[in-house]
Every structure is written in C-alpha cells, then in structure tokens.
C-alpha cells in the first residue's frame, strides 16, 4: 500500500468515527451553543496535535534513534539523522503550534485561570524549543557533522558502529579532537532543546488527564 492510500486510508477511518459520537460534533440533543462545533473542533485539534507531537518524541528520543546508532555504521546513522530530523522538527513544531492555536482559542489569556495560563506556557516553551532545533541548531548540526564525516573518511573511519575508533584516533589527532568537541556542544544544546520540549508536553499532559471523562 502506498503512501498516498495509507493517508486516504487513515482519513476515512478518522471521518467515519463522527459517525460513533454524532455529539462530539453537532451538540447534544438537548441543545449547544452555535459555537459547538468550533469548539469540539479546537479539541480534537488540541488532542491529536499533542498525541502526535508526545509520540513522535518519545519515539526519536528514546527509541528509534538508539536502536539506530547501535545498529548502523555511524556515518550511514548521521546520514539518515540528517534527512530525519528536520522533517521531525517540522512536524512536531507544526504540531506544537496547532495546539498553542487551539488551546488559545479555547481559554482566551483574559479569561483563563492560572492553571490554563501555565498549560499555554508549557505549550510555548514546548514551541519554542522545537522552532529553535528545527531552524538553528538541526542546521547547524548537519552542518558539523558533514564536516566531521570528511575528516574521518580521510582517516578510514566512520564505517564502524559505536564510537570506539572516533575516541580513540582523536587522541592522536587534534582536528578530530577539535571538530568532536563542537560538534558535541551544538549537538548538546539540540539535545537539551529536545529534552526541554518533551518536558514541557510531559507537564501539559497531566492537565489533559485531569480533563478526560472515561
């Protein structure tokens, strides 16, 4: 099945499911206001946007990118992190962004009370860190890490798993030295990013779970 009948596919699972809950979207019989259907939608909005962005990070950070380093030749690993991540900053910060959209919407900053303010500052921070991977350190990471993958070609390494042979030819060579050094400070300030937006959707999910009725 291709891409393009997966999505078709998955749209019309996520349509018929109105068809269990008619509430959900045009009010109960006993009568909404006119904006219901606004609203409902601003919540699935939320939802969906939060449960994408939660699992997409949970995926990257704690699974999928470590079953990959310790199972690729680690300049075919960099290769593939290199295509991966800025379409995995770009989605969950389209994501993140949806849901400070509809969680505005839901609770005006005039009228919301302490609680929802600090859940839209979570939400932000949770942004703002996934905006600051996807457009300065994502680039700048590919962009040592390029650097770095010419000068360990030079030296024949690179196609190994793990990083033994890097730590141990970068004790004889200072430019592998050097270039390990930066790479590893902007990459650890991508990673401290990552981290802080995956906390901060950690935080904001307790205040969902206080919301659901099951």
Known sequence: ???????VAAVCFFAAGVLFVPDALFGSASGAG???GAVTAAKLAHLLSFAT??????WATFIGGIIMFKNLPRHQFGNLQSKMFPAYFMLIS??????VAAFAYLHPWRTASTVERYQ????????GCNLSNLL??????IEMMK???KIERDLSIGEEVGWSKNQQVAKSNPTLAAMNKKFGMIHGLSSLANIMSFG??????????SKLEL
Not at 120 to 127: C, Y
């Open 1 to 7: 099945m291709g891409w393009a009948a997966r999505f």
């Open 34 to 36: 006119p904006g219901a």
């Open 53 to 58: 962005s939660w699992g997409a990070a949970l």
């Open 94 to 99: 389209t994501c993140t962004a949806l849901s």
């Open 120 to 127: 839209l500052g979570f939400l932000l921070s949770a942004l």
């Open 136 to 141: 300065v350190f994502t680039p700048m990471t």
């Open 147 to 149: 650097k770095r993958h």
């Open 200 to 209: 901060s959707l950690a935080m904001h999910s307790w205040y969902l779970a």
